[in-house]
């Protein structure tokens, strides 16, 4: 189709050809996040290769190299610190999830 203008695209197509073209892009996705993760991986694959390491010496992961984890470097947000949660809290989110009780 050509467009570049996504409200003249959208007029251009059938009901169907949106669905399809939603639905194909969930089996191949492509964009932002698509090109997001293929370029985390690469970086986290050369980092590791490179024996790039945190801090605390401990291996870098997906999210160090992840461009979420850059942008959130550059606006100064604290990433809150990670806690298992209880049993109690687990019974409590499936209970919500499930709309149970």
Not at 4 to 11: F, M, R, S
Not at 70 to 75: A, D, Q
Not at 89 to 97: G, L, T
């Amino acid at each position: 189709m050509g467009s570049v203008d996504p409200d003249a695209l959208l007029e251009q197509l059938t009901a169907r050809q949106w669905m399809e073209w939603r639905m194909y892009s969930e089996i191949e996705p492509w964009g932002y996040p698509e090109q997001d993760s293929q370029n985390t991986f690469t970086r986290l694959i050369q980092a590791q290769a490179g024996g790039l390491t945190k801090k605390d010496k401990k291996a870098v992961d997906w999210y160090d190299m992840s461009l979420k984890c850059e942008r959130e470097k550059n606006l100064g947000v604290q990433q809150k610190p990670s806690r298992r949660q209880t049993k109690e809290e687990i019974a409590e989110a499936v209970k919500r999830f499930f709309g149970v009780g």
